[in-house]
Each structure stands twice: as C-alpha cells, then as structure tokens.
C-alpha cells in the first residue's frame, strides 16, 4: 500500500487543522493506520492509530481529548482532526499503515510510511 500525507500548514496556538493520509495500492481496509509526528531534534513519536474498520482507536496521552483520527475506507483515506494545537505539536506527521492489528505505538511496527507533512503551531 502506497501513502501520501497531505493538509500541513502554518496555525496560530489554540487553532486546528485537518491533515490526511491518502492510499493506494491494495486494499486499504486490510490495515491499520497511524499517525507518528517528529519534532526537530527529536525522535518520531505515536500520535494516534485506528483499526481497519475505524471502530477502534489509539491515542498517545499528549493528544487525548484534542485530536481525532478517523477513516473511511471507500476513500481510502484517514484524517487526524487536530483541534487546540500548541506550539510543541509542531512536526511533521507521518502517516503509516500495518497489515491487521492497530493497537500499536512503536514506529517499527509499521510497514508502510507516507512522505510526512510540515504542521507548524505559532504562539
């Protein structure tokens, strides 16, 4: 499966954004998907994950209650609806997808990885 994040940009501190992760390739419903960002200077880190029905979710503890990661399968895409950003959400994010399982935070256990996509939180 192909992945290709899109939607970053440039928001002021308390704002939102919707960035996307679209697929392609075989089929999408099959895998589980996340998103990981990375800050300048540090390592990649797990934001959050969904299941491959989009029943089920995952959330790192820095975005619980902020963020929302959802997917419709007959796009073929995911979105991470990020709400209230702060200044130390600025990264780029990363979208990945693994065959079956979503209920993963380590970025070795992804298979699959988009380009990433700039989202940067001015205060």
């Known amino acids: 499966v192909q992945l290709q994040a899109s939607g970053g940009g440039l928001v002021q501190a308390g704002g939102c954004l919707r960035v996307s992760c679209a697929a392609s390739g075989r089929t999408f419903s099959s895998y589980a998907v996340a998103w990981f960002r990375q800050a300048p200077g540090k390592e990649r880190e797990f934001v959050a994950a969904?299941?491959?029905?989009?029943?089920?979710?995952y959330y790192a503890d820095s975005v619980k209650g902020r963020f929302t990661i959802s997917r419709d399968n007959a796009k073929n895409t995911v979105y991470l609806q990020m709400n209230s950003l702060k200044p130390e959400d600025t990264a780029v994010y990363y979208c990945a997808a693994r065959y079956n399982g979503y209920y993963y935070n380590q970025a070795r256990d992804y298979d699959y990885w988009g380009q990433g996509t700039q989202v940067t939180v001015s205060s």
């Open positions: 969904i299941s491959r029905s989009g029943v089920s979710t």
